[in-house]
């Protein structure tokens, strides 16, 4: 059975519309303008900012909508954007400083702010958010430090990933068919969690990995990513583990997680996936999606049978003349 029609409807289901993209560019630079304001206020040197993440990547994803306990709906998608503060390592603040100098700037602001240990977390009534994770370099060139609370200083260079997701993309060639896998993932990643509040998945920064390292090029979105997980879980069942391919190299992300659950997960998701394209039934391939993606994705057509073909064209009985003209 060949979904492809009804994952392009899925896909715009789960990206984030125009609507909200102008929305997260607007606050991304309020915010942004209140921080540069403050610190030349304080006469602090003013930080650079870089957006990093899914969001310039266009693999961002528009989440479910979530139900607070007093019935208020919440749309929690989000935009990270990186502060850059640069200057010699004899001027460098503590991390907790800098995360208090941003959490200041941008008090009341939005509906609430958090102080994270990576990042100050900006929160918008409606549900969505903006985080704010901060970096100290020496000198433009250098490897940035993200300014951890609990850890320090840690090397970390979201532009680097990103150029090397760009070209994964690239090298692909699919006309964004490897961005698309990468949402499709997290919407099952999105939906098994809110199915499921105790079970943990991937992040989508990990997910973002795995799925460059073993995406799948067709000309059919339900094909690729069913060989793109099937390849995911064949990867992860022999070894567990998933490396940066960026600066720190070595930092396995998986090792927080159940290598059982994920794995079973993953063999779910496969063992559908598979169903869904054995399938001669668009609806009944489409419900075996849907244990994938939730009701989210688009209910497919019933089989035409036999029956319903012969209502559709009933055939033409013609009437015999009672003679015949000699």
């Excluded at 150029?163 to 939906?191: E, H, P």
Aim: aromatic letters at 10%; charged letters at 35%.
């Amino acid at each position: 059975m060949d979904t492809r029609k009804l994952f392009t409807k899925f896909d715009k289901e789960i990206r984030i519309n125009d609507t909200k993209i102008s929305k997260l560019k607007s606050n991304r630079k309020s915010l942004r303008d209140k921080i540069r304001k403050y610190f030349k206020e304080k006469e602090w040197e003013v930080p650079k900012f870089y957006s990093q993440g899914s969001f310039p990547l266009n693999t961002n994803l528009n989440p479910i909508k979530k139900e607070t306990s007093n019935g208020e709906i919440k749309e929690p998608y989000d935009l990270d954007d990186g502060i850059y503060f640069i200057c010699p390592e004899s001027d460098r603040k503590e991390p907790a400083t800098y995360h208090d100098r941003i959490k200041k700037a941008v008090e009341d602001h939005a509906e609430s702010e958090v102080d994270k240990t990576t990042c100050v977390r900006v929160i918008y009534a409606d549900g969505h958010h903006i985080d704010l994770p901060s970096y100290w370099i020496e000198k433009n060139g250098d490897t940035p430090q993200l300014t951890h609370k609990s850890k320090g200083y840690i090397p970390s260079d979201p532009k680097a990933f990103k150029d090397w997701v760009d070209k994964n993309i690239s090298d692909a060639n699919s006309n964004g068919q490897l961005q698309r896998v990468i949402r499709y993932l997290k919407a099952w990643k999105d939906f098994r969690e809110d199915k499921n509040s105790s079970l943990k998945l991937p992040s989508g920064f990990i997910l973002t990995i795995l799925a460059c390292n073993h995406f799948y090029n067709d000309d059919r979105d339900d094909l690729s990513l069913k060989e793109t997980i099937k390849s995911i879980k064949t990867s992860l069942n022999s070894n567990f583990t998933c490396y940066r391919p960026t600066i720190p190299t070595d930092e396995d992300l998986l090792t927080s997680y159940s290598k059982d659950t994920v794995i079973n997960e993953l063999t779910s998701f496969s063992d559908n996936a598979q169903k869904a394209i054995d399938s001669d039934c668009e609806k009944e391939s489409s419900e075996f999606w849907r244990k994938i993606f939730g009701d989210r994705f688009p209910l497919g057509k019933e089989k035409e049978t036999t029956n319903s073909l012969l209502k559709a064209a009933p055939l033409t009985v013609p009437v015999s003349k009672p003679f015949y003209d000699n």
